[in-house]
Nanobody
Framework: QVQLAESGGGLVQAGGALTLSCAVS????????MGWFRQAPGKEREIVAA????????YYADFVEGRFTIPRDNAKNTVYLQMYSLKPEDTAVYYC????????????????????WGPGTQVTVSS
């Protein structure tokens, strides 16, 4: 069983930066495609970014616009979401997720393709 735990959320002013961390336990992180999703109040959960098992392939939602990166350190079983130039509309609960298919090379972007989820961490961007 895979357990995920996010950290690093908080309150930041518009234009600021935050780095979220996702610690993976139970199984090695390198076995899974990993993703970051977010959910704002009254909105559906949406993908922010995803990374392949090695980190060589990544996906970013259009709204990221080059402001975020999703590095991973498989030796530390940790995936990160580095966020820069934050906007008030980035305010949401951010979730880390591990892909449904063990050892898959497919970069999934649908939430239904992720089987394991962390509890989430709140990011609030003030204007």
């Amino acid at each position: 069983q895979v357990q995920l735990a996010e950290s690093g959320g908080g309150l930041v002013q518009a234009g600021g930066a935050l780095t979220l961390s996702c610690a993976v336990s139970g199984r090695t992180a390198s076995a899974y495609v990993m993703g970051w999703f977010r959910q704002a109040p009254g909105k559906e959960r949406e993908i922010v970014a995803a990374t392949s098992r090695s980190g060589s392939n990544t996906y970013y939602a259009d709204f990221v616009e080059g402001r975020f990166t999703i590095p991973r350190d498989n030796a530390k079983n940790t995936v990160y979401l580095q966020m820069y130039s934050l906007k008030p509309e980035d305010t949401a609960v951010y979730y880390c997720a591990a892909g449904r298919r063990l050892l898959s090379e497919v970069l999934e972007i649908a939430a239904t393709q992720y089987a394991y989820w962390g509890p989430g961490t709140q990011v609030t961007v003030s204007s």
